[in-house]
């Protein structure tokens, strides 16, 4: 049975559903703007953004900017999280394995050392 970190979908549940449910949005976005008429005489047109195009480039690159910081914030995060797991999981079994040596030592009869230097 798989754990958790070896999921398959672990990854995928939150960035790629997020960037398919934002293509698919964007697409029908373009679509309807399509279809109700939005359409450019040129790339002229397009670029000036119906005299707009300060604020709608100004709006996407900050949006696009935002989305950016996010994604690698998330990235950076799981990361962080995935080698404090890992960290504890691997300390918990060092204290297992301890705690095991320490029981066949007292079963076979050796003496434990004590902190007494006497």
Do not use: C
């Not at 309807?32 to 707009?52: P, T, W």
């Not at 995060?77 to 691997?90: C, H, R």
């Amino acid at each position: 049975m798989l754990s958790n970190s070896e999921h398959p979908l672990r990854r995928i549940q939150g960035r790629t559903i997020a960037t398919m449910l934002g293509l698919t949005l964007g697409a029908f976005g373009l679509y309807f703007m399509y279809q109700s008429g939005f359409k450019f005489e040129g790339s002229e047109d397009f670029l000036s953004m119906g005299n707009r195009a300060l604020f709608v480039w100004l709006s996407f690159g900050v949006s696009i900017l935002a989305m950016t910081i996010l994604y690698l914030q998330s990235h950076w995060l799981s990361k962080a999280v995935e080698t404090y797991v890992k960290q504890q999981q691997d300390r918990a079994k060092r204290i297992i394995e301890a705690r095991e040596k320490r029981k066949q030592k007292t079963r076979t009869g050796a003496v434990l050392p004590t902190n007494n230097p006497l």
